[in-house]
């Protein structure tokens, strides 16, 4: 394989879960720049189609489909509309996720359920549906969006942080199980990242901004465009040999 086809998408589906936004919606808009076809599914539906039309307006194929990752149904019901409209599953890319920040003694069950069900029990729905499709066919390639959390403690984030440990154990899991099938099963750590999912935590307390740059070698936290590549990668053949893996992205904080 020649190099400038080591990273090519072209005539490959990418189904981007909690893509209207965050690293979801980058790694949508970064996959059709080489080639995918894009579905972008999300809880929001209005959200999901503005990442949708962004790819129609950078010339590439996309659909919007809302989808809450814990609920079963919906789950199968994205990829039963993918089929329908591309005819197969190449890629997988989670990005969905949920957290809460409070000391574990004030956090209430409901708030734990609800971020284990997206961060964990969801994954569980999604790596069914999508899996039995690409076992199927014997191929395809799954991304989850973990978490340094999920490697490295932190005060207050217990929850999150249990959530995305098990996220990782789940993805070296199915690595090794989907191995024959070859399908390559991997994830993508970030650390904290200027997004819709931060910005508001951020907004109200600077001083913890201020202290998570600081902690960063480089000097500053993550941005959106540090793990788009890593996101390609993983979803091209330049990455067929690599499975069970964890790339951190953090500018070597958790080192």
């Given at each position: ?7 090519d998408l072209?005539?490959k589906?990418?189904?981007?879960v909690?893509?209207g936004g965050?690293?979801?919606g980058?790694?949508?808009?970064s996959?059709?720049e080489?080639?995918a076809d ?8 209005a959200?999901?189609?503005e990442?949708a ?5 950078s ?10 990752i ?5 789950v199968?019901l994205?990829?039963?509309r993918?089929i329908s409209e ?5 890629i997988?890319?989670n990005?969905a ?10 956090t209430?069950l ?6 284990i ?18 076992i ?14 999920g490697?490295r ?6 929850a999150?942080?249990?959530?995305k ?10 690595a090794?199980?989907?191995a ?8 993508i750590a970030?650390?904290?990242t200027?997004?819709n999912f931060t910005a508001?935590?951020y ?12 902690n ?6 993550g941005?959106?465009d540090?793990?788009v590549?890593a996101?390609v990668?993983?979803a091209s ?13 953090d500018s070597g904080?958790?080192?």
């Open positions: 394989m020649m190099s400038r086809d080591m990273f072209t005539n589906t990418a189904v981007i909690g893509g965050g690293i979801g980058a790694s949508a808009l996959m059709a080489f080639g894009i579905v972008v599914a999300d809880r929001s539906l959200l999901a189609e990442t039309h962004q790819v129609e307006r010339g590439g194929r996309a659909i919007a489909l809302q989808t809450d814990t609920v079963p149904e919906q199968k994205m990829v039963e993918t591309f005819g197969n599953i190449d997988l890319l990005s996720g949920a957290t809460v920040r409070k000391p574990l003694l004030e209430t409901e708030e734990w359920n609800h971020v069900n997206v961060n964990l029990t969801g994954v569980f729905h999604l790596s069914q549906a999508v899996g039995r499709e690409m199927q066919r014997q191929r395809g390639k799954i991304i989850h969006i973990a978490s340094t959390g490697i403690a932190g005060a207050n984030f217990t999150y942080g249990a959530s440990a098990a996220l990782i154990h789940l993805v070296k899991g199915l090794l199980e989907w024959p099938y070859r399908i390559n099963v991997n994830a970030p650390t904290a200027e997004t508001d935590f907004a109200q307390h600077p001083d913890k901004k201020q202290k998570t740059i600081q960063h070698p480089f000097g500053r936290i941005r959106l540090d793990y590549g996101a990668y993983l053949p330049a990455s067929d040999f690599v499975n069970g893996e964890v790339i951190v992205i904080k958790t080192i």
